[in-house]
Nanobody, 127 residues
Framework: QVQLVESGGGLVQAGGSLRLSCAAS??????????MAWFRQAPGKEREFVAA????????YNVDVVKGRFTISRENAANTLYLQMNTLKPEDTAVYYC??????????????????WGPGTQVTVSS
């Protein structure tokens, strides 16, 4: 089993920044070995892929969402995944989730590729 807990969300003005964290734990879960990802879900919309980082630290971004504003990173020693979000816009308002799978992931931008999810953290960007 894997437990994921996001933090760092909040209310911020447009143009501001936030850094989200996702703390991972599990008796048999070796964080450094697994790919991790961020998704988000805005009110009334489908959950969408934001970014992923593979175990080899390769990154995959949803360029339509990120547009060079977000950076995904991980600190394996701390079992933590991060999402640095800059130049935030009101359309970034959403619940942000981190996700992982203890099996090989094909198609990092698909929700179905992940079987462990955190409860999410709310990000609200005011105009």
């Amino acid at each position: 089993q894997v437990q994921l807990v996001e933090s760092g969300g909040g209310l911020v003005q447009a143009g501001g920044s936030l850094r989200l964290s996702c703390a991972a734990s599990g008796r048999t879960f070796r964080f450094s070995m697994y790919d991790m990802a961020w998704f988000r879900q805005a009110p009334g919309k489908e959950r969408e892929f934001v970014a992923a980082m593979r175990a080899d630290r390769g990154t995959i971004y949803n360029v339509d969402v990120v547009k060079g504003r977000f950076t995904i990173s991980r600190e394996n020693a701390a079992n933590t995944l991060y999402l640095q979000m800059n130049t935030l816009k009101p359309e970034d308002t959403a619940v942000y989730y981190c996700a992982t799978n203890m099996k090989t992931i094909r198609g990092h931008n698909s929700q179905s590729a992940y079987n462990y999810w955190g409860p999410g953290t709310q990000v609200t960007v005011s105009s």
